[in-house]
């Protein structure tokens, strides 16, 4: 039985929630958290069938394993994605410490529950590390190793399966920026360290601040890299995303679908040669912390709607 507590933040998606629960199953948890946010007001019929499937498909798995402790929360009205971590962590952290998140589409290699429960124990009051990542992109993108190290630290935190504390979460965690006006001029001037990674924060942290974008991950992200607290990734990808290819909510580049995973064993032997590692830093602000001028972005929009009025889309 596997110790840590698990977290599923499902919603319409039954396909990949059927796929990654079973192998959430499979480790054989001792508390598995499964929350579905409500449904919107606006649901398609598509829509609210795709709901009540993955609702009751979740139900059925829950009554066929009645060995495992599953606790499911279908919440009746829609919290929304800028709320949604917070509502859900506070109900996991009033009885747990600790926490592995996976989400509907976030399918994990099995060396990945192993991976976290070690580093959640290991790094529990390293107060330099808050975040575990078991995404590798440059791994899952290029098939190789950026370092022959098996831990390395980073700047940015991965949200495709990932591990947090409560102490550390708690601590830095609002699902509202209320600060930004305040550290907006030395995040962009001393916590970002190229053009494009400028326009990146600033668009993001700056509309999220004003709740435009409603991502609950640009809070969490922001706080770590203001705080310059640091997340802890293997060397190889423990992750592969399935939203792509299964009824996408988010718009993810298109470079990291099909993501290569792999194996990952004996983590513990190079915890004293953890080193943040730069050219993983540089690798992400180039192709994923990164956006382009507003020109460029408005010509890209322009070409490609040329394309698709005279059918070469």
């Avoid at 600060?179 to 360290?193: G, S």
């Amino acid at each position: 039985m596997f110790k840590k507590p698990v977290l599923l933040l499902t919603y319409k998606r039954p396909k990949t929630t059927k796929i990654i629960l079973n192998k959430i199953l499979s480790i054989k948890p001792k508390n598995l958290y499964i929350f579905q946010d409500g449904p919107k007001k606006n649901f398609s019929e598509y829509d609210a069938v795709e709901y009540k499937k993955t609702f009751d498909l979740i139900n059925s798995i829950k009554s066929k394993n009645k060995n495992i402790k599953i606790n499911f929360y279908s919440f009746k009205k829609n919290i929304g994605q800028r709320y949604i971590a917070d509502k859900i962590l506070n109900i996991v952290f009033k009885k747990e410490k600790e926490i592995i998140f996976l989400e509907d589409d976030t399918y994990p290699e099995n060396a990945f529950f192993k991976y976290c429960s070690s580093m959640l124990n290991t790094f529990e009051n390293d107060d330099n590390i808050y975040h575990i990542s078991g995404c590798n992109l440059y791994y899952g993108l290029h098939k190789k190793k950026i370092q022959k190290n098996k831990l390395f630290l980073s700047k940015y935190p991965q949200l495709w399966g990932w591990a947090t504390w409560k102490k550390k979460w708690k601590k830095y965690y609002s699902p509202e920026i209320i600060d930004w006006k305040k550290n907006r001029k030395y995040f962009l001037n001393e916590c970002v360290e190229s053009k494009g990674e400028y326009r990146f924060f600033n668009h993001y942290i700056t509309r999220n601040a004003k709740g435009i974008h409603i991502g609950w991950d640009v809070p969490w992200i922001y706080k770590l890299i203001l705080n310059n607290k640091k997340t802890l990734l293997p060397n190889v990808n423990l992750i592969k995303n399935l939203g792509y290819d299964h009824n996408p909510e988010g718009k993810g580049a298109k470079k990291f679908r099909n993501l290569k995973i792999s194996d990952f064993k004996k983590f513990k032997s190079d915890i004293k040669k953890l080193k943040h590692n730069l050219d993983y830093d540089i690798f992400l602000r180039e192709s994923f912390y990164h956006r382009k001028k507003l020109e460029i972005i408005l010509k890209n929009k322009l070409i490609k709607i040329i394309k698709i009025f005279s059918g070469h889309s």
